[in-house]
């Protein structure tokens, strides 16, 4: 029953069970020391209340979620709270219920005042949304009010349940001394506090009578986007959770910024903008689908889709734009392939691997949709180099998830995952190990979940052990790591921020912000990152790296050896012609599976028993230079193809938009053609005469026959 409840509520640590009973005991508790009138019962009770409550919030705001689900949220609580402070009050005061009528009316006027400011708060949060936001463009001539304080905004549900702390406590004390006075004093405070939030939200308030209307929103943004005079657009919509998806995007900024081309980004989802990485090209994103149709892109020739989307029909419809699918990683899985392809102009893949896979679909996708461009993002991958005799061997493992289908074997974490991780941890010779899970891992699968933390308990117990023998200079070193990497955290956040300052009006809180611009740069400062991160860790302890940093690709360059499932990661650590493995959780031949999955045909194939991985533990240390070294640059070749992908990317892009300027050159519009059939045989330009006409008619009865009428046509 416990586990059924974690797996439910999906408790991301085992001790908050504990907690979680401790709330619900709380509770329990003070209604029946309520009942029994047992004073310091009710207060050790309703301290562990409030205590179990916050930490909750703070620590498991998904089971705050599930609790709600279950009728049993934070309202109820509160009102639970309450009802059990009456309950000890009822008898109190030998018959005078003055002390009685004075908790129970403070109780009522807080929750009256609640009512009245969560009214507020959604007032000014209606009034104050836009149907479109975005980064890097000024829309400061909308004059959007400033958002009220934080301290009386954010949060504000909580913060007014919260409220009645001050009158229960004024009540405890008037039962336990006899003196109404807390009683009234208690009250006092909370009614003053919801009063005092009230009035900080009146200027507000005020601001949002006027907001701009919806037509002269989008007449500023196209304006904006029109002197900007964007080329090319890449346009997201995820199919899963934002956080999850947003590597999908985030994997193309750095290209699209070095494009000879202006590139737009256009978003359908708000979410993905918090979880979308810096970037100093505008943004635009459009929740709404009629929303999407007011945004004016008369330039725009080149579309590109890093993700099959559903969403993705309602851009497809721009007719005078060239639309091609370039995906998010090229991979021999099945969803690398998709038969939804279909609707794009052309499909662009990093190598002739990717032209092949595609041809596995039988002519579905002609060959001169295909074009292969390269990978750009994979300058950032370091080439395998010599390594040195004293360094500790880095395993990177990555296993992917468990993917849209019931497919047990689409990855290796549920069924080999724990059993690698034992394997390299007994190895004779100690390696340290880089656990990077696919951010969709456990989406659809509880079991990969549990798998998760069961190898994240095991390095960490590693860790701990390897540290008790220099424990004191580990903890410095991760200790001045810390504070470096929070320092320069704090700055890569000003410079993020900096994107939406301003453009949405001039607040009198971005006014110091706008007179010092940031003169830093996002490559240095991540650059920097990465350098303090890996210095501070150290060469032996284990890293699970579940964030945007350190990026993938940095695991790549730290990483001697790559054990992955087939996905887009193997395809793109190739680059690097460093010794991987490839997962066989179905204990497939072999050579068949190489045949399967061209991508591990230079790869080490791991079966379930994991018994080939003392030779791959071997091959990284040897440097590069074992029996597949050769196979991983043939490969390579044939995945990623020669040459400067950036280069090759850019010149398909300049080609493609050519082509798209020459079919509709500026100005004009994919004008639909006229279908009617009383105008069918009107020439271009010609209008149809009566007599014209009147034949038409005559064809259309003579098709019908006499017995059929032409108002179905009507």
């Known amino acids: 029953m ?8 999906e408790i991301s640590k085992s001790k908050n069970v504990l907690v979680l009973f401790l709330l619900m005991a709380s509770y329990l508790g003070m209604l029946v020391a309520g009942v029994f009138d047992v004073f310091w019962a009710f207060v050790g009770s309703l301290v562990l209340s409030y205590a179990t409550d916050l930490y909750l919030h703070r620590s498991e705001p998904d089971l705050i979620r599930f609790l709600g689900k279950l009728k049993w949220g934070l309202s109820i609580r509160v009102l639970t709270r309450e009802l059990a402070v009456l309950v000890l009050m009822r008898d109190i005061a030998g018959g005078d219920r003055d002390m009685f009528t004075v908790v129970f009316l403070g109780f009522v006027a807080v929750h009256a005042l609640r009512l009245l400011y969560t009214f507020l708060c959604m007032f000014i949060k209606r009034r104050r949304a836009l149907p479109v936001r975005v980064r890097n463009l000024d829309l400061s001539a909308l004059r959007m009010p400033e958002p009220p304080p934080p301290i009386a905004f954010r949060a504000h549900e909580r913060k007014l349940l919260y409220l009645d702390t001050s009158i229960i406590v004024g009540a405890l004390a008037s039962d336990y001394t006899g003196l109404v006075g807390f009683s009234v004093l208690g009250g ?15 200027p507000t308030i005020n601001q949002c009578r006027r907001v701009p209307s919806h037509e002269r929103t989008f007449r500023i943004l196209n304006k904006q986007v029109a002197e900007y005079r964007p080329e090319v657009v890449l346009y997201f919509s995820y199919a899963a959770g934002a956080r999850d998806s947003a590597y999908q995007v985030n994997m193309w900024l750095d290209t699209l910024a070095k494009l000879g081309r202006r590139p737009l980004i256009v978003l359908r989802e708000v979410t993905t903008l918090r979880f979308l990485a810096y970037t100093p090209l505008p943004v635009v994103c459009l929740p709404k689908a009629d929303d999407l149709s007011l945004l004016d892109l008369p330039e725009v020739r080149v579309i590109l889709y890093p993700a099959n989307a559903g969403k993705n029909v309602h851009m497809l419809r721009v007719a005078e734009a060239k639309h091609v699918f370039i995906g998010h990683g090229d991979s021999d899985k099945l969803a690398s392939s998709n038969r939804v392809s279909k609707v794009f102009d052309e499909i662009w893949t990093a190598g002739k691997g990717g032209e092949d896979r595609y041809q596995r679909l039988r002519g579905t996708i002609p060959g001169s949709a295909l074009v292969p461009v390269g990978r750009p993002q994979l300058s950032a991958v370091e080439s395998v180099s010599v390594r040195p005799p004293e360094r500790m061997p880095t395993v990177l493992y990555a296993p992917t998830w468990e993917g849209w289908t019931a497919d047990p074997y689409h990855t290796s974490l549920i069924l080999m995952g724990e059993k690698i991780m034992r394997m390299l941890l007994n190895q004779s010779e100690p390696v340290r190990i880089l656990y990077k899970p696919h951010p969709l891992t456990g989406k659809r699968s509880a079991e990969a979940t549990r798998v998760h933390r069961r190898i994240v308990a095991m390095l960490e117990a590693d860790n701990a052990r390897r540290e008790r023998q220099d424990s004191r200079t580990v903890r410095s070193a991760l200790a001045q790591g810390d504070k470096r990497l929070g320092d320069l955290e704090s700055r890569m956040g000003r410079l993020k921020a900096w994107t939406v300052v301003g453009v949405y009006g001039v607040w009198d809180k971005d006014r110091a912000a706008l007179a010092r ?24 302890r284990h890293q699970v790296v579940t964030g945007q940093l350190p990026s993938l690709y940095s695991c790549f360059n730290e990483a001697d050896l790559l054990i992955s499932d087939i996905s887009s990661v193997v395809s793109d650590f190739v680059a690097s012609e460093k010794p991987y493995a490839v997962s066989n959780p179905s204990d497939m031949d072999p050579e068949l599976f190489k045949q ?9 194939i791991l079966g379930p028993s994991c018994d080939e991985l003392t030779l791959c533990v071997d091959a990284a240390r040897s440097g590069g230079r074992d029996r597949l070294a050769q196979h991983r640059e043939i490969l390579k070749r044939y995945l990623l193809g020669d040459g400067d992908s950036m280069a090759r990317f850019n010149d398909a892009v300049n080609d493609l938009f050519a082509r798209g300027m020459e079919e509709f050159p500026p100005g004009d519009t994919a004008e639909p053609i006229l279908a009617n059939p009383f105008t069918q045989a009107a020439a271009p330009g010609q209008e149809m005469d009566a007599t014209m006409q009147i ?17 179905q046509y009507f």
């Open 188 to 202: 006092a405070v909370a009614i003053t506090l919801a009063l005092l939030g009230v009035v900080i939200l009146l």
């Open 695 to 711: 034949r038409h008619l005559g064809w259309m009865r003579q098709q019908l026959g006499p017995q059929q009428s032409m108002n």
């Open 2 to 9: 416990i586990a059924a409840l974690i797996r439910h509520a």
């Open 596 to 604: 399967l999955n061209p991508a591990a045909s230079a790869a080490y």
């Open 517 to 540: 611009p940031p003169k830093e740069s996002w490559d240095d400062l991540q650059d920097q990152w990465h350098e303090t991160f890996w210095e501070s860790r150290g060469g032996e």
